[in-house]
C-alpha cells in the first residue's frame, strides 16, 4: 500500500452480507445509498442529536458507509501514533460512544484491550467478539478514545480526564475542527501534552492568526467494487478521506526537529506553497519554479526541513525530506 493510502479489508463485505442476510435485509446499492443520505440529512439537520440506531435505514448506513470510512480514519491515526510511540504504557483502550465499533474493531483486530462503550445493542449484535460495556471506570494507563462521538455532546466527558492518554477524531468541518482547537488549548491548560497532529506544544496558529481557519488531514482511499456500486447513486465520490483529530498524552513526547504539512501544495504566479505547522507562527514551505518543481508531500506528513532562507511568513525550501522514524 502507498503511502497514506487506505483499502478495505477483503473480510468486510462478506460480514456486511452475513450482517443483511441475518437481518433479512435484501442487498441493492440504490436502496443503501438512499439511507445513507438519509442519515447524512439527519447528522446535518440534528448536529447534536443521538444517531437513530432504531432505524434499519440508519443501520444499513452505519454499517455499510460510516463504519468502513471510519475505521480507515482511525486505522491512520492509530499508524500515525504507532510511529511515535504514543502506545508505550498503555494497557486499555475504551472507545466511549462506540457507535458501530469504529475504533474498537481495528484495536480488537491488533489484539488489544480495548472496552466499547456504547448504549445501543445493535452493534453488540453485529460484533460479539469485542468487549461491550455501558458503565466503565477508567483504569491507569488506559487511553480514552471519541471517535466520531464528542460531535454529539456538548462537552468532553469527565472520565476521559482521568485516562492517561486521549484521542479524538472529529469531522473535518470548520465547527468541528475550530472546537477541537480550542479543546487542545484547554487540554495543554490541563498539564497534557499533544502527541499528534501537532510537532510542539505551543499556541496554535490558526487560533491565534485567524477567526475562521481550522486544522484537518486526508488519506487517500482506494475504493473496492461494492462500495463503488452505492457510491454511484451518492453525490459525493471518496477519493479522498478527511478528518480532524487530536491525540494527547499526561506524558511529554521526545520532539525532534520535524514539521507537519498541513495544507495542500497551492500553485501561485512563480511560487508553489503548502501550509505547514512547526509552532505558533502560521508559515509556509515555498519553492520558486525558477528553481524547479515543488516536491510531491501530501498534506499531514512530517517532514525535516534541512535547508531555507526565511522571508516573511515564507520558508523557501532548499533540501527537506519525509521523517521517517
Known amino acids: 500500500m502507498k503511502y497514506r493510502h487506505y483499502q478495505l479489508p477483503d473480510s468486510l463485505h462478506p460480514r456486511i452480507l452475513q450482517i443483511f442476510k441475518d437481518q433479512g435485509w435484501d442487498w441493492s446499492p440504490k436502496k443503501i445509498a438512499d439511507d445513507i443520505l438519509r442519515l447524512s440529512d439527519f447528522y ?15 443501520q444499513k448506513a452505519l454499517l455499510c458507509y460510516y463504519w468502513p470510512l471510519n475505521t480507515l480514519r482511525f486505522q491512520s491515526v492509530y499508524d500515525e501514533l504507532q510511529q511515535s510511540d504514543y502506545f508505550s504504557g498503555i494497557d486499555q483502550f475504551i472507545d466511549f460512544g462506540a457507535g458501530p465499533a469504529t475504533a474498537a474493531s481495528i484495536l480488537h483486530e491488533k489484539k488489544q484491550n480495548v472496552l466499547a462503550v ?7 449484535k453485529w460484533f460479539p467478539e469485542i468487549q461491550w460495556a455501558t458503565q466503565f471506570q477508567v483504569q491507569p494507563k488506559s487511553c480514552f478514545i471519541l471517535s466520531y462521538s464528542l460531535t454529539e455532546m456538548s462537552q468532553l466527558p469527565a472520565q476521559a480526564l482521568k485516562a492517561d492518554a486521549l484521542i479524538i477524531i472529529e469531522p473535518a468541518s470548520q465547527v468541528d475542527g ?3 482547537l480550542h479543546l487542545r488549548k484547554n487540554l ?3 498539564q497534557y501534552s499533544v502527541w499528534a497532529p501537532c510537532s510542539h506544544q505551543k499556541d496554535c496558529p490558526l487560533l ?12 487517500h482511499f482506494e475504493a473496492p467494487e461494492w462500495f463503488l456500486q452505492i457510491e454511484h447513486f451518492l453525490p459525493i465520490k471518496n477519493k479522498t478521506l478527511t478528518m480532524s483529530y487530536l491525540a494527547v498524552k499526561k506524558q511529554a513526547p521526545a520532539q525532534p526537529e ?12 512563480g511560487k508553489s506553497r503548502q501550509l505547514i505547522c512547526r509552532g505558533p507562527d502560521r508559515e509556509f514551505l515555498a519553492w520558486m519554479h525558477r528553481d524547479g518543481d515543488a516536491p510531491e508531500f ?4 512530517k517532514v525535516l526541513i534541512h535547508d531555507f532562507e526565511h522571508k516573511s511568513n515564507e520558508l523557501r525550501v ?8
Open 298 to 301: 501530501f498534506r499531514g506528513e
Open 208 to 219: 491565534l492568526h485567524s477567526k475562521s481557519d481550522w486544522c484537518h488531514d486526508r488519506i
Open 258 to 269: 520535524w514539521a507537519r504539512l498541513t495544507g495542500d501544495l497551492m500553485k501561485e504566479k
Open 118 to 124: 456504547e448504549t445501543s445493542s445493535v452493534p453488540q
Open 178 to 180: 475550530r472546537n477541537l
Open 44 to 58: 446535518i439537520q440534528n448536529p447534536k442529536a443521538v444517531t437513530p440506531w432504531d432505524q434499519p435505514w440508519a
Open 188 to 190: 495543554l491548560d490541563q
Open 318 to 325: 532548499k533540501s527537506m525530506k519525509r521523517w521517517v522514524r
